[in-house]
Nanobody
Framework: QVQLVESGGGLVQPGGSLRLSCAAS????????MGWYRQAPEKQRELVAT???????NYADSVKGRFTISRDNAKNTVYLQMNSPKPEDTAVYFC???????????????WGQGTLVTVSS
């Protein structure tokens, strides 16, 4: 059994900062790409940022220059540093990872349960 658990969400003022964390646990053999996605009310889920096991990153245009994704491979954890957030960044943020368990030769897509981020003064 492999799972992802997000933390760090909450209320943040516009122009402030917030860091989200997502830790993978269970019988993990390896983790490939890890990423953050978000879903605002009445909108589709969208990509925020991804990072490979080697550290290559990809960002949505809307967060470039403001958000930074990073990971600690030893801790099986991915982070999202949110600087200068805007009200339009308000959403439920989900972590996703492609994980190979110790009992499988395949990578499976695993999602976290989500954490709410509200940007408001």
């Amino acid at each position: 059994q492999v799972q992802l658990v997000e933390s760090g969400g909450g209320l943040v003022q516009p122009g402030g900062s917030l860091r989200l964390s997502c830790a993978a646990s269970g019988s993990i053999f390896s983790i490939n790409v890890m990423g953050w996605y978000r879903q605002a009310p009445e909108k589709q889920r969208e990509l925020v940022a991804t990072i490979t096991s080697g550290g290559s990153t990809n960002y949505a245009d809307s967060v470039k220059g403001r958000f930074t994704i990073s990971r600690d491979n030893a801790k099986n954890t991915v982070y999202l540093q949110m600087n200068s957030p805007k009200p339009e960044d308000t959403a439920v943020y989900f972590c996703k990872a492609d994980i190979r368990s110790r009992w499988s030769s395949r990578y499976l897509e695993v999602w976290g349960q989500g954490t709410l981020v509200t940007v408001s003064s």
